[in-house]
């Protein structure tokens, strides 16, 4: 307790050093104002430099808050995004002990050379390069690096998040845009994040999970995780070489064409959102290396998994709806978009919040499609909607952050990047791939045996609110049964021209095998059974 009382004398000293009391208006107390009037720098640089002189937990947290754009004055998120997780490394020494504490053993059972020297730091957990003793029939061991957690870092971590939630407590009592702001949600949203990055064999499943999504392509390649020496505090994995992404003049010389690099990220990332449902959410330049051994198809490397997301199946289809939507101009449609996902008030006026919605984006849609921007878009749709109560999900929150730092790296790369020419077709294929019959026969299929334990309580219930005259018909309801109903007929139709098409094939087969039918009548009946799979299968 004693600890947490001083860190928030620290943090008020800091507050007041940096005069951030003028971030509460006319509402803080003059002590809090303090020597904002020293400063020639804007509010929102002094956020920044406050947080930096507070260490890497609020650091991370200041990152963190730059995501939230549609809860943020402007300039706040893109100075804060500015923020760096640069600290200095602690003794190579030390993190030997914490390894070998982890193990249980000394260092050298496991690796047949481990250097002292830190390869990189940062507010969580530091990098050494080591080698694996070898395997039978191998001349040396694999290169790895070891990634340790830093010395106390729960602890640290613990007592700055319990002043954090004590700070947002009162933010949120006296604060005159606290309901606005949620400010004990923001600290909450942080506290999961940064204890799901300590968690290091978490982030070892992440790297696994990417590295399968994304096995035998030339896009990126992930790490192997070496899960047998790896721990909660301590995760080994495959040393991965390229060129940092931001070092332009070394891909330079290396030929790398700009255009396909940046057009190969946009496309990641939407596979990564649509296809797989699994994204690494913390593309920033320090995460991400590039291979140009074939400098015409250049190659990226993840890096560091701490931070992935997923969505739901309606999250997603509202995203590639919404963005197809965007580009089409169909304002209306989006404004049904988010009342029908629910995440709109039922009485919303449909009529009202197309046109906030279309105010926000005629703006952006007057510029040449190059200069686009989706995480623009999606900052501004998130902000008209707050406006009618919308509750923005963590996860969008995440995407949005996501889409904001492939679209900024892209557009550095090569600015004349067509991010809509890029997704586009992976937002159309998904959109495909899900309305396809099959598809939707094998979600129906996973979705029969709960559907049949569901309907007899749901049908007790539908007669119970009959007979007491309330009114069953709610929106879920109505979706749900609706989607049944359309499975159902999907199936049996797909079913329907599978007997047939089959029925015709063997008929087919057997007039030619059997004359004196003429042998035309057998290719045109085999020909019309084929017909009748292809219908099937395309429902």
Known sequence: ??????????????????????????????????????????????????????????????????????????????????????????????????????????????????????????????????????????????????????????????????????????????????????????????????????????????????????????????????????????????RMYGTPIDDVEALTAAGADFKVLAERGVEIFFKQVFRDNFFHADMHPGNIFVQTDHPSRPRYVGLDFGIVGSLTVDDQRYLAENFLAFFNQDYRKIAELHIESGWMPADTSIEEFEGAIRTVSEPIMNKPLAEISFGLFLVRLFKIARRYRY?????????QKTVLNVEGLGRDLYPQLDLWATAKPVLEDWMRHRASPKVAAERFKHQLPQLMDSLPGLAT??????????????????????????????????????????????????????????EWLAWVVGVAGVAGWVRAWRG
Do not use: C
């Open 391 to 399: 509750q923005v999900q963590p996860q969008l929150v995440l995407l």
């Open 1 to 238: 307790m004693f600890s947490r009382s001083r860190r928030l004398l620290e943090i008020l000293r800091a507050v007041r050093h940096y005069g951030l009391g003028e971030l509460m208006g006319s509402s803080a107390p003059s002590w809090l104002v303090g020597r904002a009037r020293e400063f020639d720098q804007d509010v929102n640089v002094r956020l920044r430099l406050a947080l930096e002189s507070l260490g890497p937990v609020f650091i991370k947290f200041g990152q963190t808050l730059s995501t939230r754009r549609d809860l943020l004055p402007p300039g706040m998120a893109e100075e804060l995004s500015k923020l760096q997780d640069d600290v200095p490394p602690f003794e190579g020494a030390e993190a030997r002990r914490l390894i070998e504490a982890a193990y249980g053993h000394p260092l050298d059972r496991f690796f047949a050379e481990f250097d002292e020297q830190p390869l990189a730091a940062a507010s969580i957990a530091q990098v050494h390069v080591a080698r694996l003793h070898p395997k039978p029939g191998e001349s040396e061991g694999r290169e790895v690096v070891v990634k340790v957690l830093r010395p106390d870092v729960h602890a640290r971590i613990e007592r700055d998040i319990a002043v954090l939630y004590r700070l947002a407590g009162l933010a949120a009592r006296f604060h005159p845009e606290a309901s606005r702001l949620r400010p004990v949600e923001i600290v909450a949203e942080y506290d999961r994040i940064i204890n799901d990055e300590l968690d290091l064999m978490r982030e070892g499943a992440n790297a696994s999970q990417l590295g399968r999504n994304w096995a035998g392509s030339d896009l990126i390649i992930h790490p192997e995780i070496h899960f047998d020496y790896s721990t909660e505090t301590v995760l080994v994995m495959e």
């Open 461 to 518: 219930k539908l007669m119970k609110r009959l007979d007491e005259g309330t009114n069953p018909g709610t929106r879920e309801l109505e979706r749900a049964l609706t989607e049944i109903s359309s499975e159902l007929r999907i199936a049996r139709r797909a079913m329907r021209w599978t007997v047939v098409g089959t029925g015709l094939v063997v008929s087919g087969v057997m007039l030619a095998l059997y004359p004196p039918a003429p």
